[in-house]
């Protein structure tokens, strides 16, 4: 495969997620998921109470500067005959700057710093492509948000301003967001599930579906923070 066709595989995958993509605090974030009458056994804890223990797991990395960490990402659509895929080290410092590197010579490096996005080849033969101001749309804007709050833990205000949280059926320790009722990123972002390392707190996957049905899934590993 060629290296710029390398470059526009990355790009494609990278791009949607950060580009297409209130105060809440915790006590009115339970109001977001299903109410049940209380268990006289004690055998299994109220939906509220579930919540409260997957945000407080959350937010045991402390609210830092930063956060390094390895990601595989895929993405998957309709218009693919198989999920495309790519490799690399994430790099996020507080309070909006974002670096996604692909480990493939012939991929991209991905800066997202403010409102600015640069996408550069990992091959110097390619030229760089230049600064490009974020459609800040909507769903853009709430994606964006969230991912950061997400990975600095900055705390429940942050994470689920206009925001819907609830427990997915599942195994482990799992979160879904999604854009609140009425608000226009529900255009174009259907939910954010999350999965939390059950020791650390912190994200080991971020999977985004879209409101077209296309799935970003962001696994991440070998976390580490500033000390």
Same mark, same amino acid.
């Given at each position: ?37 209380? /268990? ?7 939906? !509220?109470? /579930? ?14 500067? !930063? #956060? ?10 309709? #218009?693919?005959? *198989?999920?495309?895929?790519?490799? !690399? ?12 590197? +692909? ?18 080849? /990992?091959?110097?033969? #390619? ?8 459609? +800040? ?7 964006? *948000? ?8 900055? !705390? ?5 301003? +206009? ?18 009722? /009425? ?18 707190? *912190? ?6 579906? *879209?409101?077209?049905?296309? #799935? ?12």
């Amino acid at each position: 495969m060629s290296a710029r066709r390398s470059l526009a595989l990355a790009t494609c995958l990278i791009a949607p997620v950060l580009m297409d993509s209130v105060a809440c605090p915790i006590g009115q974030a339970h109001a977001a998921a299903p109410a049940s009458a209380p /268990n006289p056994t004690g055998a299994s804890p109220a939906p !509220g109470r /579930n919540l409260s223990r997957r945000l407080e797991l959350w937010a045991k990395p402390l609210d830092g500067p !930063g #956060l390094s960490a390895r990601y595989q990402l895929s993405r998957s659509s309709s #218009l693919l005959y *198989e999920p495309l895929q790519v490799a !690399g080290s994430l790099t996020l410092t507080a309070p909006d700057h974002l670096e996604l590197r +692909d480990d493939a010579p012939g991929g991209a490096t991905t800066r997202i710093s403010g409102a600015t996005l640069t996408i550069v080849a /990992n091959d110097p033969a #390619l030229p760089p492509s230049p600064p490009t101001a974020i459609q +800040d749309g909507p769903g853009a804007r709430w994606l964006r *948000e969230r991912l950061f709050a997400l990975l600095l833990a900055q !705390g429940p205000a942050a994470l689920l301003a +206009d925001t819907l949280v609830s427990v997915p059926r599942g195994p482990g320790m799992q979160l879904e967001l999604s854009p609140a009722r /009425n608000h226009p990123a529900r255009r174009e972002v259907t939910r954010l599930r999350i999965k939390l390392d059950p020791d650390t707190g *912190e994200v080991l996957e971020i999977q985004l579906t *879209e409101a077209g049905g296309d #799935l970003v899934t962001v696994t991440l590993s070998g976390h580490q923070r500033p000390g």
